[in-house]
Every structure is written in C-alpha cells, then in structure tokens.
C-alpha cells in the first residue's frame, strides 16, 4: 500500500507561481508512475502531467504545457507539481496519484491509477 499526501495549494493571484508536493509512504515510489490530476466545481477529473517511474517520460495536458512542470525526487518519495503563469481556470482540487508501472511511459487516465491522495486546494484569483 502507498499512502499520498498533497501539499502546497493555496490562493494565488493571476500569474502567480505554486509548487505541489506529493509525499509517499508505506512504499517506495521508484517503482510507481505518478500523475497529478485536478477537478474543478462541476467539471470531471481531468488530467494534468504525468511521469514515468524512472522519470525519463513525462506528459501534459494541453491546457497545462510551457507552465507546469513535474518531476521527482524517489530519494525523497516526492513527486513535485511546479505551476508558473497560473490562470483562473487551473482553480480546481489537485490530486496526486500512483500506480504500479509495469512500463516506463504515462499514462493519462485516472482508472489506471491505484491511489491517490486526499487532494490540495489551488485557487487562482482573476
């Protein structure tokens, strides 16, 4: 079992930057390829970035591209969501997920995750 905790949301004005954390525990991530994922009011979860388990692949959402950066630390167990230039429209509840990677390459959709975290809070004011 792996349990993960998101840090790091907050309110931030337009433009502004935020940097998410995504603490592991109860087992090393080196094996696990991790995403962040966010759902704003009304809207389905959507997808956000993903990376690879060894880190040599990462992917994002369109919408999300040239702003946010993921990345890892497995000496840590953290996996890092850096938001630059954040819009009103990136306000949502950010959740970092996991699953087992049997492949190092992401994957995009949420039913392929195993577990998840309790979500953190991103509110972008116009």
């Known amino acids: 079992q792996v349990q993960l905790v998101e840090s790091g949301g907050g309110l931030v004005q337009a433009g502004g930057s935020l940097r998410l954390s995504c603490a592991a525990s109860g087992r090393t991530l080196s094996r696990y390829a991790t995403a962040w994922f966010r759902q704003a009011p009304g809207k389905e979860r959507e997808f956000v970035a993903g990376?690879?388990?060894?880190?040599?692949?990462?992917d994002y959402a369109d919408s999300v591209k040239g702003r946010f950066t993921i990345s890892r630390d497995n000496a840590k167990n953290t996996v890092f969501l850096q938001m630059n230039s954040l819009k009103p429209e990136d306000t949502a509840i950010y959740y970092c997920a996991a699953r087992v990677a049997y492949s190092d390459d992401v994957r995009k959709r949420g039913n392929e995750y195993n577990y998840w975290g309790q979500g953190t809070q991103v509110t972008v004011s116009s």
């Open positions: 990376i690879s388990w060894g880190g040599g692949y990462k």
